[in-house]
């Protein structure tokens, strides 16, 4: 896969136009909105699927992350007992860091607000 840059997609659309006759010209032989490929052209819109398809491209979307500080290790579970709520199979434990309580709900103690 070749990955192209926004202002190489429009040089492709400027070149498209250009060799299809003009604005009019190319969103007639494409089937597109010609205020569209106007808009597109100006930079005040995004192509659509059909005017990148148009030029040969198609819009892929990445995904990235970015680290911001160290990994918050995770929360010991207390030991079994030690958990002074009356949790039954009726009620749910209120305690958050209780062994009971189902993993998904827990709250992992930040170290660092302390």
């Not at 429009?10 to 006759?21: K, M, P, T």
């Not at 009620?91 to 998904?104: D, E, G, I, S, T």
């Amino acid at each position: 896969m070749t990955v192209i840059a926004w202002p190489d997609v429009l040089g492709r659309l400027n070149r498209a136009v250009r060799e299809a006759g003009g604005e009019s010209a190319f969103a007639r032989k494409y089937g597109l909105p010609r205020q569209d490929v106007h808009e597109a052209m100006k930079g005040n819109r995004h192509p659509g699927p059909g005017m990148l398809a148009a030029v040969g491209v198609r819009k892929v979307v990445v995904t990235s992350y970015e680290v911001v500080a160290a990994p918050v290790p995770p929360a010991a579970d207390p030991s079994p007992g030690t958990c002074a709520c009356p949790a039954t199979a009726e009620r749910a434990c209120k305690n958050p860091v209780c062994p009971r309580q189902p993993a998904h709900l827990r709250k992992i103690p930040n170290p660092e607000a302390a």
